[in-house]
Nanobody
Framework: QLQLVESGGGLVQSGGSLRLSCAASGGLLDYVAIGWFRQAPGKEREGVSW????????FYADSVKGRFTISRDNAKNTVYLQMNSLIPEDTAVYYC?????????????????????WGQGTQVTVSS
């Protein structure tokens, strides 16, 4: 079972930046997709961004497109989420997740049910 550990969350002012890290206990290339999700109080967990191993493609929710960037360092078994131009609506617990199960519909990459390995989450709070 892959273990994922997020870090890098914190309190930041609107317009600021944070970089989240997701350290994996195993090789990232063992997993067909790795995603970042977030969950705000009283809301469902939503997909923010994800990476597809087959061709290296990255995908972003419309709400973060142009502001967030997902990247990975295979040598360090770490996935990052660079978050710029943060706004209060970005406040949430952020989770990384991974799966070995192939899926072909791009929209499934944004669904929590597509992933079976999860980290414990890291809190991101953006003040106005």
């Amino acid at each position: 079972q892959l273990q994922l550990v997020e870090s890098g969350g914190g309190l930041v002012q609107s317009g600021g930046s944070l970089r989240l890290s997701c350290a994996a206990s195993g090789g990232l290339l063992d997993y067909v997709a790795i995603g970042w999700f977030r969950q705000a109080p009283g809301k469902e967990r939503e997909g923010v961004s994800w990476w597809r191993r087959s061709d290296g493609s990255t995908f972003y929710a419309d709400s973060v497109k142009g502001r967030f960037t997902i990247s990975r360092d295979n040598a360090k078994n770490t996935v990052y989420l660079q978050m710029n131009s943060l706004i209060p609506e970005d406040t949430a617990v952020y989770y990384c997740a991974a799966t070995r199960h192939t899926f072909y519909n791009i929209n499934r990459g944004y669904r929590p049910s597509s992933y079976d390995n999860w980290g414990q989450g890291t809190q991101v709070t953006v003040s106005s």
